[in-house]
């Protein structure tokens, strides 16, 4: 049960997660019911026995095969559309982080104080506490407040890095030389991770993510600490 369950979508954290775990089921109905209806129409031509020597053509036929593909992308694309329009859309952020890529650990700036700004390496399998993620762990955390809009902007240092975290449907891509910026919003308290996920080198593999969601209190309080 334990090895299904890893196969579907991680339990969402931001009302954009939300959305996309909604389209996600949303077109595999579709896809389901597409599969059905042909496997169906496929098993009966292959075991009725009826045939038409003297059918040419059929036009009505012809029309609605033609014209119902067409209405389920419409389907389809509607919901992806806004989907992408919300995903783009920056909506007043309360606190902005700058992430760079590096081979291979990621470097965090909070532009919204002075001289808050810290590396975050993975931690090594031997230097694990019980309770820790084998390639998921690191030495510093991204600490932010739940909700609260927050907007990332997303750099490299040397080559092309990707910065996701799956629950909270976010995956950008790090490119030298251009900033790139996402929002999103975490709507409970907890630890969320993700990698890089583009094959940006041999130690590809160890550049964990973990975002550290608080209430806002807790939030102040970390900052004023990490100030002093």
């Known amino acids: 049960m334990a090895t299904w369950a890893n196969l579907g979508l991680q339990d969402s954290a931001s009302p954009i997660m939300e959305q996309l775990s909604f ?110 993620f084998r390639l998921l762990d690191v030495d510093n955390r991204i600490v932010l407040p739940m909700n609260t809009q927050i907007r990332i902007l997303v750099t490299a240092a040397d080559v092309l890095h990707s910065w996701t975290v799956p629950a909270l449907g976010v995956k950008i891509d790090a490119t030298p030389g251009r900033l790139n910026q996402t929002n999103f919003l975490i709507n409970r308290p907890g630890l969320f991770y993700g990698q890089c996920s583009e094959i940006c080198g041999t130690n590809h593999s160890f550049m964990p993510i973990v975002i550290e969601s608080v209430p806002t209190n807790y939030f102040i309080k970390w900052i004023m600490m990490m100030n002093s």
């Open 23 to 132: 389209f996600h089921d949303h077109t595999l109905l579709i896809l389901t019911m597409i599969t059905v209806l042909v496997g169906y129409l496929m098993a009966m031509l292959f075991f009725n026995k009826f045939t038409n020597r003297y059918l040419l053509s059929g036009q009505m036929i012809e029309i609605i095969w033609t014209i119902l593909p067409a209405i389920v992308l419409v389907f389809i694309a509607m919901p992806s559309l806004r989907l992408l329009y919300l995903m783009d859309e920056i909506n007043s952020p309360a606190i902005t982080l700058k992430t760079i890529g590096h081979q291979w650990y990621w470097s965090y700036e909070y532009s919204d104080f002075i001289d808050l700004e810290f590396d975050s390496y993975m931690i090594p399998t031997n230097e694990l506490e019980m309770n820790g």
